[in-house]
């Protein structure tokens, strides 16, 4: 049995839809309250024996008031101490989406070179946009890049965000990063983010964080465009592939 | 130790919230914003900690520093306006503050405690510190909630801002007096002085029901305590009484046809809303009327609970605070109904006043745009933080509205119809169960709101009406109370919302037969609350639960497992009393009977005059209609609203099936007409059942007469329904509910408007009966009139008497949901159902009487149930679906506006059929009851046509589609054409 793990507490409000998502792929799920966790001391150890796949769910965890999943971040390595490196080098695979990829940068799993902020219109935004998948290493197509998007190129996903605007240190070369890889592009600007950048993966390849929502586009009635053909109507949305590949990839090991 | 933390951003990056408030300042007062060269946001936070400094500086380093966008020299301004909470306002950031600082030390700090705040840089030599306040006290702070100061440059420079001296100051100081009840001497009072104790305490009782008080303690033989006098003001006001719905009516009327509303009316409520619901005994009704919300059962598992409330008064002087109080307040609605559902939708509705008013309002108003812009980011803050998405909505405006906006706060939640054999519906609490206050503190915000907005808003207010909202305190309550229903720790729950501890415990002790709490034991946010305060307080966030003895410890440690408070108060009984104590005294002793039902029911007169029928109504004609209709599209009732849509996250829980705006690839977009949601979010499930919520409101119709606006309301919120593709027919399988929502100006003193009420209800009535529709939930408000001053001269604006009726309806497979927007070229176009159109009031009306051109005598709509039944039953059925490709309703601005908004997604044009009046304006624009427009595939259409005829359905062929986007209208050798991208544009270039 292949399970994962759905984070859940303190305002992070997708539990629900990404375990949903996750478990229709295969994957065993236990959505845990952050304090339980803590409480536990459910240690770095306990993650990689007992979860193939952590996933950190989208919200305004703590009010995003002292800046989007930072507090959020604060509490997970201040209660926890999980090295994300460490787990995923050995198998682990971790998603963070929306919130969660914000706790993801604010925890450092994509070096100290970035962070993220408000978006340029200062305005929360709520839309599908079109995303470019970038899967390449040194100029060459590899899969490996990110395990979550193998077998995509182009996708259409909702982004609902007010702070979703990637800036990097003006030392760092975003393309050329030891820190992260860049998995993933709006098609245009929505935000105002550093070369319409999206999603980073961390150099693993198997830490990923990204601003768009693939578990809430895992139906086709969640396209807005799904009334045009409603004969597919039942049809599988594109964020599914994102739990498809993660739970092949789990199971592979 | 004290500390000033300062969050720069670096001076390289462009700063959003200063960009946006540029932008504000900018629509406000161009010619002043002209002075400002460039505008920047820092946040601040001033700390009061109770460790070393070092380790503060550590931990203010993980929470606050972020190299990449910060810096830490300040920047150069010529002026620095600083803004905080006036102390004891709830202030999220400065929680999470204090919250991250014990995260970082990990240990509790008690003594220690964050304040934050802004500082707003601008740049401008030319500006001085007239302009400054002028800003400020416009656009930056809002003197009922915050306090600030500005410096000049020098001045800033003066400042010691970071020494203890100045930074003390911002901590509420726990004040050292003992808090104790107090007696009100109100045995002897004559008439005068009842009604001056009346007044003076904000109580909004009038003489009778002051003289009940008078009687009752009287055989009481004591003089009340002031707790008592407020429990009962509290629980005796307009808010929460809903006196004018329960009085006296004697109705008379001057009108050509009699209408059937009696002469005597005893209760409005039980005759035209209850008694409307009684007559039609759905088995799926599961509650109405009595509970926080409606509930209504989907399926065999599951039930729908839905509660539409207005937040009206709190959002004409704090517009963000009022709205997201409002949102917030009613999510504990549906989280406090029966056992406690999840919430997972709401919806806003806003009337507010034109936009353009900016300068010489009457004192104390807000202009329109600034109202609007603190509701809309109120409703933003209350719902996205929450994790509930926001559906459905309506923004209408009206120079009526400029007193008092409407805030409507609308939220459904689902619930399991059964745990472990109880019936969600059902509220039972036994003998000895715990009275638990769950989540937020006692605070002295939001002290009177109940008693302050059954009164009229004038000039002066006190600030202690004013909340703020905490969404994630509340969150957190709300994931906490679903894990604890689920276990079956807690018997029942409600929430405190409206005054406070004593209408929720007040509430509940009704059901248990008594209660006794001691209010010493609550947690508060400060020191020194009196006790009356610490019982009416309406802080946010708070639920009131009856636990079980034998659950207490498992309640107890799962809430402070995940970090919600809870305060033991004391325990129901059925002593038929309400006891409250502060710790020893004995501070409040009422008979709940007296409580309940002790308040004298108001006597009211209601007389109507039919107003004259226009003379001479002739068919006025529009020679160039498309060129009309691109200005009616521009018009703010009719105009795009993508803008504040998409600031709503409409989308999480992933429910959504049909969203507000149907969106291309390209981001063109055709409103559609009501939200469709899953009611199950579990992929690969068999339930395919769908929630669909739309409302309708056409409150400018009262001037024509309110018995039509009424039904023209419920039209309205059912045809939203059928254009989506709800289930409708007139049987009992079929699940359709309505919520009302009045709000008017104060009719108890006014004939006129008293009729007007009267005539909604019974038109109201009417429609409910032939869509054979039952209410299940509603509110009113009833004192939505401002009084003041302008110019020196006193000025009254009362809004005009409003209805606003939501729909909750179902799918039984929301597969076959239908959006709004034109599909394929080819496809040919009706527009189905009787001609009920007429332009009173409409759009068209209000374009010319703007350009003051003659308006001209002009007839109002009105409904045909009968017909309109047919039509119906018929858009109801599953064998529509196979049929229609699109449907989107005739509402306001007619058939043209309805035709262009289905052309933009998909960007199409039509090929109007030459048979079409559109000369004839109220062909085009006339608005009313009933219609339809739908387009059918060209190989379907002759089948379509057939089964109209046969079902006797009144339709009329429009036109057909075209790949070319552009209307083409050719009529007695004129062709009219028209780019749809020119329409668009009118449509969506000012979205708001």
Redesign the interface.
């Known amino acids: 049995m292949i399970k994962a793990l759905v984070l859940?507490?303190?305002?992070i409000?997708?539990e629900?839809?990404m375990s949903?998502?996750a478990?229709?792929a295969g994957f065993k799920v236990d959505i845990v309250?952050i304090?339980?966790l803590i409480?536990k001391k459910f240690s770095q150890d306990h993650l990689k024996k007992e979860y193939s796949a952590l996933f950190m769910p989208?919200?305004?965890s703590?009010?995003?008031?002292?800046?989007s999943g930072?507090?959020l971040a604060?509490?997970l390595t201040?209660?926890l101490n999980w090295n994300l490196e460490d787990y995923s080098a050995n198998g682990g695979i971790v998603l963070g989406v929306c919130n969660g990829f914000q706790a993801l940068i604010a925890m450092g799993a994509f070096g100290?070179?970035?962070?993220i902020?408000?978006?340029?219109?200062?305005?929360?935004?709520?839309?599908?946009v079109?995303l470019d998948v970038e899967l390449k290493v040194a100029g060459k197509k590899d899969a490996s890049a990110n395990v979550f998007l193998k077998d995509l190129e182009k996708m259409?996903l909702?982004i609902?965000h007010?702070e979703g605007?990637l800036?990097?240190?003006s030392s760092v070369d975003v393309a050329n990063c030891p820190d992260f890889k860049v998995s993933l592009y709006y098609s245009e600007d929505v935000n105002?983010s550093t070369q319409q950048i999206a999603g980073l993966t961390n150099p693993s390849g198997r830490v990923f964080g990204l601003m768009p929502?693939p578990?809430?586009a895992?139906?086709k009635?969640?396209n807005?465009?799904w009334?045009?053909c409603?004969e597919k109507?039942?049809e599988e949305e594109i964020g599914m592939m994102f739990f498809k590949n993660a739970y092949k990839e789990a199971s592979c090991l | 130790m004290f500390n000033r933390t300062e969050v720069i951003l670096k001076n390289e990056?462009?700063d959003?919230?200063g960009?946006?408030l540029l932008a504000r300042i900018q629509k406000w007062n161009p010619v002043l914003s002209q002075k400002i060269k460039s505008l920047r946001v820092v946040d601040l936070f001033w700390t009061k900690f109770e460790g070393e400094s070092a380790e503060f500086t550590e931990a203010a380093k993980?929470?606050?520093w972020?190299?990449?966008?910060q810096q830490k020299h300040w920047p150069e301004s010529h002026w620095v306006v600083e803004r905080e909470y006036h102390p004891g306002m709830t202030d999220?950031?400065g929680r999470?503050?204090l919250?991250?600082l014990e995260?970082?030390c990990?240990r509790e700090l008690l003594e220690s405690q964050v304040v934050s705040g802004q500082a707003y840089l601008f740049v401008g030599p030319e500006l001085v510190k007239e302009d400054m306040e002028k800003i400020t006290s416009n656009l930056i702070s809002n003197s009922l909630i915050h306090r600030h100061r500005v410096y000049s440059r020098s001045e800033f420079e003066k400042y010691p801002r970071f020494e203890s001296s100045e930074i003390g100051p911002k901590f509420i100081l726990p004040t050292g007096t003992t808090p104790q009840g107090q007696i009100v001497p109100i045995l002897g009072m004559n008439d005068d002085q009842l009604i001056e104790l009346s007044k003076k305490n904000l109580l909004s009782l009038n003489l009778q029901e002051m003289r009940a008080i008078q009687n009752y303690f009287t055989k009481e033989k004591r003089n009340p305590t002031d707790v008592e006098v407020e429990i009962l003001a509290q629980t005796w006001s307009e808010h929460c009484k809903h006196k004018i719905f329960s009085a006296e009516v004697e109705y008379s009327e001057e009108a050509s046809k009699k209408s059937n509303i009696p002469s005597k009316i005893s209760s409005l409520f039980k005759t035209t809303i209850a008694g409307t619901t009684k007559e039609l005994p759905k088995p799926w009704l599961l509650s109405v009327f009595k509970d926080n919300a409606g509930i209504v059962a989907f399926s065999e598992e599951e039930a729908v609970c839905i509660k539409v409330e207005t937040h009206n008064s709190p959002s004409a002087l704090d517009p963000f605070g009022g709205a997201i109080t409002g949102i917030v307040g009613v999510n504990r609605d549906i989280l406090g109904c029966g056992f406690g559902a999840k919430p997972i939708f709401n919806t806003d509705v806003f009337c507010v006043g034109p936009l353009e008013l900016t300068d010489g309002l009457p004192s104390g108003i807000i202009p329109p745009a600034q109202i609007l812009e603190g509701i809309r980011s109120g409703v933003?803050a209350g719902g996205?933080?929450?994790?509930i998405p926001t559906v459905n909505g309506a923004l209408y405006f009206d120079p009526s509205f400029v007193g008092k906006p409407l805030v409507f706060c609308g939220s459904g939640g689902i619930m399991p119809r059964k745990i472990a054999d109880k019936l969600c519906a059902e509220k039972k609490i036994e003998n000895g169960d715990l009275i638990c206050m769950v989540g937020g503190r006692i605070g002295r915000d939001g002290i009177h709101g109940a008693t302050f907005s059954s009164l009229e808003m004038t000039e002066s207010i006190p600030s202690s009406v004013v909340q703020l909202g905490d969404?994630?305190t509340q969150?957190?309550m709300t994931?906490f109370l679903i894990e604890a229903r689920n276990l079956g720790l807690y018997r029942t729950l409600t929430d405190n919302g409206a005054g406070g501890l004593s209408s929720s415990v007040g509430e509940m002790a009704d059901i248990a037969g008594g209660a006794r709490m001691d209010v010493s034991l609550a947690k508060t946010k400060m020191h020194g609350l009196k006790p009356f305060e610490l019982v009416i307080s309406e802080s946010q966030e708070r639920m009131t639960v009856a636990v079980p003895p034998k659950n207490k410890a498992a309640f107890l440690e799962l809430a402070h497992?995940?970090?919600v408070e809870v305060s033991v108060l004391g325990e129901f009984t059925h002593s038929g009393r309400f006891e409250i104590f502060y710790a020893e005294s004995k501070v409040a002793d009422l008979s709940l009977e007296f409580l309940h039902e002790g308040v004298p029911p108001l006597q009211l007169k209601a007389h109507w005059v039919e107003k004259a029928a226009p003379a001479g109504a002739t068919e006025p004609r529009e020679e160039k209609p498309f060129q009309t209709l691109k200005a009616i599209l521009q018009r703010p009732n009719i105009r795009s609203k993508e803008n504040l849509i998409?600031?709503?996250?409409?989308?999480?829980?992933?429910r959504?099936?049909?969203?507000s705006?149907?969106?291309?690839?390209t981001?063109r977009s055709t409103p559609n007409d009501a939200a469709v949601l899953?009611l199950s979010?579990?992929?690969?499930s068999n339930n395919s059942i769908g929630v669909v919520v739309g409302c309708g409101l056409n409150p400018r119709l009262s001037a024509v007469d309110p018995y039509i606006m009424a039904q023209a309301a419920v039209d309205e919120a059912v045809r939203n329904l059928l254009c989506v593709g709800a289930e409708f027919s007139l049987g009992d399988e079929t699940v359709l509910s309505l919520i009302d929502n009045f709000c008017w100006p104060d009719p108890v003193e006014d004939v006129e408007k008293m009729a007007a009420l009267v005539r909604t209800c019974y038109g109201l009535r009417e429609a409910c009966l032939a869509l054979k529709a039952p209410l299940i939930s509603g509110k009113d408000s009833m004192k939505n009139d401002y009084k003041g001053s302008q110019n020196g001269k006193p000025v009254k604006i009362s809004v005009l008497p409003t209805l606003l009726v939501t729909a909750m309806g179902r799918m039984p497979d929301?597969?076959?949901?239908?959006?709004a927007?034109f599909?394929k070229a080819g496809d040919k176009v009706y527009k189905l159902g009787p001609a009920q159109l007429g332009l009173a009031q409409s759009e068209w009306q209000g374009l010319h009487a703007e350009a003051k051109s003659e308006v001209k005598a002009v007839t109002a709509p009105a409904p045909n149930w009968p017909k309109a039944l047919n039509l119906y039953q018929w858009l109801g059925s599953k064998e529509s679906s196979e049929y229609l490709r699109?449907a989107h309703d005739l509402s306001e601005g007619g058939l043209l506006t309805a035709l262009a908004e289905s052309c933009f997604t998909?960007n199409l044009g039509l090929e109007f059929s030459s048979a079409l009046e559109l000369h004839l304006a109220k062909t085009s624009f006339g608005e009313g009851f009933h219609q339809f427009i739908v387009s059918v595939p060209a190989e379907k259409a002759a089948t379509a046509e057939k089964i109209w005829k046969q079902k006797a359905l009144d339709f009329v062929e429009v036109g057909s589609l075209t790949a070319t986007a552009e209307w083409k209208w050719t009529f007695q050798d004129q062709s009219h054409s028209i780019a749809v991208e020119e329409l668009y544009q009118a449509w969506s270039r000012e979205s708001l």
């Not at chain 1, 703590?62 to 800046?67: I, R």
């Not at chain 2, 972020?66 to 966008?69: I, K, N």
């Open positions: 859940a507490g303190d305002g409000n997708c629900q839809e949903h998502a478990r229709a309250h304090n339980d409480q989208g919200g305004f703590f009010g995003d008031h002292l800046g930072r507090v604060l509490k201040k209660g100290k070179k970035v962070s902020t408000h978006n340029i219109q200062n305005k929360f935004i709520n839309r599908w079109e259409y909702p609902r007010g605007r800036l990097f240190d105002g929502h578990e809430a895992v139906r009635t969640q807005p465009q009334t045009l409603p109507s039942h | 990056l462009q959003p919230k960009m946006a993980d929470i606050w972020d190299e990449v966008l999220n950031l999470t503050g919250e991250a995260i970082c990990r933003e996205n933080q929450s994790g969404p994630i969150r957190r994931d497992r995940r970090g998409r600031q709503y996250d409409h989308e999480v829980q992933g959504s099936v049909v969203k705006l149907q969106t291309s690839k981001q899953a979010t579990e992929l690969k929301y597969t076959l949901a239908r959006s927007d599909k699109s998909n």
